[in-house]
C-alpha cells in the first residue's frame, strides 16, 4: 500500500498526463487505483489538540468585543496562529463558532494584511494542518482538516474578489493538496452532539465550487478534482446523511456550466459507475449499502439541481439512475 507521500507523487504524475492530453476517458479508473492503493485506516496514533485554556478563550472574546465596536485595526501574527490552530479544537464553541467565526470576520472587515493572508493561505494548506492523522481510522484530527478545507474556500474567494495574493505556484500546490486531501479523507461524520460540527464532505463542495468559478485554473485541473471527488465518493463505506449530497451537487451543476467538457466527462464517470454496481458481486455488507445510498442521494440531489446541466438530468431520467 502506498504511503501518503507515494500517492502525492502518483496524483502528480496523473495531473501531467491529463494536462498532456495523454488520458481522459480513462482518468476515472486511473484515478480509482490511485485511491485504492493508498494506504489508509492504519492504527491511530496520539492526536495533539491545542489548549483550550482561559487564554484562547479571552483573545476571541476580545476580537469578538472590538470587532463588534469597530475598533480592531490590526492582529498579530501570533493572534492569527492560535486562531488557526484553535479550528483542531474539538470544542464546537472554540473551533467553529470560536476560531471559525472570528477568522471570517477579520477577512470580511479587512482586518488582515496581505502578508497575514499569504501566512494563512500556507498554513491552512500545509501537510500539518490539511493531512494531520488523515490516513488513520476516525480520530479528532478531523476537526483541524475539515475546517481547515473550509477557510481555504474562503480565502479562493477572497483572492478572486480582488486581493490576489494566491500566486501561480501557491495555486499549483492548492490543486495537489485538494486533490491529496480528497483522496485520503474518509471521515463522513456529519454532526456530533459533543463536538458539533465536523462535515468534511460539506466543506469539500465548498472548496471544489470556488475552484469550479476561477477562471485562471486550466480545464485539466478541474477535470481532475471532478474525477478524484466521484471516484472517492464511490469508494466510501460510511452515509453521508448531513446534506453533503446537496452540497456536492451545487458544486457539480456549477462546474458543468463552465464547459462542455466537463459535462462529457461526468457522463463517462455516471456510466462507469453504473455499469460497475451491476457487474458487481458482492456480499452484502452495511459498508456496501452505505455506498449505494450514498450514490442515490448524489444522484437524486443531481436530479433535483435545478440549474444541472440537461444532458445530466436526462441520463439520469433516462436510466432511471437515481431510484432505487
Known sequence: M?????????????????????????????TGKIIDAAKQNLPQTDVTLPDDGVQIMDLLQQLREDLGKGQLDAVTNDELTAILDHLGSPNPIIRDKGAFYI???????????????????????????????INEKENDAVFLRSFSVMLISTLIYIDRAGETFIDNERK??????????ITLENDTRG???????????????NVLDELASDNDLIRADKILLMSVLIEKYRRLKTPLI?????????????????DDVYQQFLLIELREWRRS??????????????AIFNRQRLLQAMILNPNMAKAIVEYLEDSNDFTM
Open 103 to 133: 477568522f471570517n470576520d477579520l477577512v470580511q472587515n479587512q482586518v488582515l494584511s496581505k502578508e497575514q493572508l499569504i501566512l494563512a493561505f500556507d498554513r491552512l494548506t500545509s501537510d500539518e494542518m490539511l493531512l494531520s492523522h
Open 242 to 258: 448531513f446534506g453533503e449530497a446537496g452540497r456536492l451537487a451545487v458544486y457539480i451543476a456549477d462546474q458543468l456550466e463552465e
Open 277 to 290: 454496481l451491476a457487474s458487481a458481486q458482492v456480499r452484502e455488507t452495511a459498508g456496501m449499502w452505505n
Open 2 to 30: 502506498d504511503t501518503i507521500n507515494e500517492t502525492r507523487n502518483k496524483i502528480e504524475g496523473l495531473r501531467i498526463d491529463l494536462q498532456i492530453g495523454k488520458i481522459f476517458s480513462s482518468l476515472g479508473r486511473s
Open 172 to 181: 499549483n500546490k492548492l490543486v495537489e493538496q485538494i486533490a491529496l486531501y
Open 191 to 205: 454532526f456530533d452532539e459533543r463536538h458539533g460540527w465536523i462535515h468534511a464532505y460539506t466543506h469539500i463542495g
